[in-house]
T-cell receptor
Framework: AQKVTQAQTEISVVEKEDVTLDCVYETRDTTYYLFWYKQPPSGELVFLIR??????QNEISGRYSWNFQKSTSSFNFTITASQVVDSAVYFCALSGPRGSARQLTFGSGTQLTVLP | DAGVIQSPRHEVTEMGQEVTLRCKPI?????LFWYRQTMMRGLELLIY????????DSGMPEDRFSAKMPNASFSTLKIQPSEPRDSAVYFC?????????????FGPGTRLTVL
């Protein structure tokens, strides 16, 4: 069975602070995919990143960066110099290997509030 | 390209009524997923289709829920009879099959309120 744990239910930071959202996963698959989605107050789910289990290189996209560590089954997400517009619920998700349906198992989400 | 389209965006109904939620996936996508989001249970998969065929409906909560996909461009999720505990946001998502992108694209969701 797959499981995703986001232990941080809510985080509040002041604008321009850096913030890291934690994600720990469990899976028996040897290959798998990890995702982060953003859900702003408007409610839609916005795809941020996909990472496959073969690629442990960290990735940076603007103010966003992701740290994938297979040894600790973690896929953490850092926002640098946070902005008020970053306020949202962030979900980490896990899917199975290529060839499967790769339905997503979501974590419970982390509510990030960035204060001006 | 149009994204995943869901209708209605909001639905308010009374307990016992039939509710039908609709989804139009992105053209060319082979997989369609229905998810439900509640405060208590978070985002959970209800059912998914591959090439219009239901593959796994183990997430469907009970027999009051049913889903169909009569063709590649349309799916419905029906609740009959509806109950207050069915109040949630229902998301539809789709993605390509094969070796294409495995990113799931989500619709805007349908917020269902059962009184």
């Amino acid at each position: 069975a797959q499981k995703v744990t986001q232990a941080q239910t809510e985080i509040s930071v002041v604008e321009k602070e850096d913030v890291t959202l934690d994600c720990v996963y469990e899976t028996r698959d040897t290959t798998y995919y990890l995702f982060w989605y953003k859900q702003p107050p408007s409610g839609e789910l916005v795809f941020l990143i996909r990472r496959n289990s073969f690629d442990e290189q960290n990735e940076i996209s603007g103010r966003y960066s992701w740290n994938f560590q297979k040894s600790t089954s973690s896929f953490n997400f850092t926002i640098t110099a946070s902005q008020v517009v970053d306020s949202a619920v962030y979900f980490c998700a896990l899917s199975g290997p290529r060839g499967s349906a790769r339905q997503l198992t979501f974590g419970s989400g982390t509510q990030l509030t960035v204060l001006p | 390209d149009a994204g995943v389209i869901q209708s209605p965006r909001h639905e308010v109904t009374e307990m016992g009524q039939e509710v039908t939620l609709r989804c139009k996936p992105i053209s060319g996508h082979d997989y369609l997923f229905w998810y439900r989001q509640t405060m208590m249970r978070g985002l959970e998969l209800l059912i998914y289709f591959n090439n219009n065929v239901p593959i796994d409906d183990s997430g469907m909560p009970e027999d009051r829920f049913s889903a169909k996909m009569p063709n590649a461009s349309f799916s419905t999720l029906k609740i009959q009879p509806s109950e207050p505990r069915d109040s949630a946001v229902y998301f539809c998502a789709s993605r390509r099959g094969g070796t294409g992108s495995d990113e799931q694209f989500f619709g805007p969701g349908t917020r269902l309120t059962v009184l």
